[in-house]
């Protein structure tokens, strides 16, 4: 699929978080076409029987909020989604931790979500996205609960991961800082998108 940081940024209601449901199978659209790598998932009706474990394996999420399960430490949120997969829970707990570390927050892996920061919640939420290999992550509005200085660190993250796990990262937002840090930036207004350039940051 090729690694690719994509983004669409417009004001509430302008449909971005609609769109994300879309492209994530979790509601239908009304017309159209989807693939994902090679095979169609979607034209003008599912062509994929198993929606749920598309959604679990081959398309990882990052929510405004991280939603961690509360009563499971940092590393069982993150291997939860490859345990529910079929692999073996030390394979699982292996992958989890290996991406922890690369988020910086190996050191962390046997807190609770309720001892972590907000920013280092939020990386976990990355981890656990990107748990059973997806070729796509979508984030919907990401940053949104956190400072500036956070909100650019979750987005140098995700900038990182694209490169480093090859994998396409669309991000929904009107967090207008982040806007220049990526590489495709799309605009919905009146129902037509336009794209302009961005600039990923390192």
């Known amino acids: 699929m090729g690694v690719h940081v994509w983004l669409w940024c417009d004001p509430s209601g302008s449909g971005k978080s609609t769109l994300l449901k879309c492209l994530g199978a979790v509601i239908e659209p009304t017309t159209g076409k989807m693939t994902l790598g090679d095979e169609v998932i979607y034209d003008n009706g599912w062509k994929i029987p198993d929606l749920r474990a598309l959604r679990r394996d081959r398309i990882?999420?990052?929510?405004?909020?991280p939603y961690l399960i509360p009563f499971l430490d940092?590393?069982?949120?993150?291997?939860?989604?490859?345990?529910?997969?079929?692999?073996?829970?030390?394979?699982?707990?292996?992958?989890?931790?290996?991406?922890?570390?690369?988020?910086?927050?190996?050191?962390?892996?046997?807190?609770?979500?309720s001892q972590l920061s907000g920013g280092e919640q939020q990386r976990v939420a990355i981890a656990r996205a990107l748990a059973n290999q997806p070729p796509v992550i979508l984030a919907d509005e990401p940053t949104a609960p956190l400072d500036s200085e956070r909100a650019l660190s979750v987005v140098r993250i995700l900038n990182q991961m694209a490169q480093q796990f090859n994998?396409?990262?669309i991000v929904v937002t009107h967090d207008e800082k982040i806007i220049p840090t990526f590489k495709l930036i799309y605009h919905i207004r009146d129902g037509k998108t336009f794209e302009e350039k961005g600039q990923a940051l390192n």
């Open 60 to 65: 990882g999420f990052v929510c405004q909020a």
């Open 74 to 113: 940092v590393i069982d949120n993150v291997a939860l989604l490859p345990m529910l997969a079929g692999r073996p829970n030390g394979e699982s707990r292996k992958r989890a931790l290996e991406l922890l570390e690369a988020l910086d927050v190996g050191h962390r892996a046997k807190a609770q979500p």
């Open 167 to 169: 994998t396409a990262i």
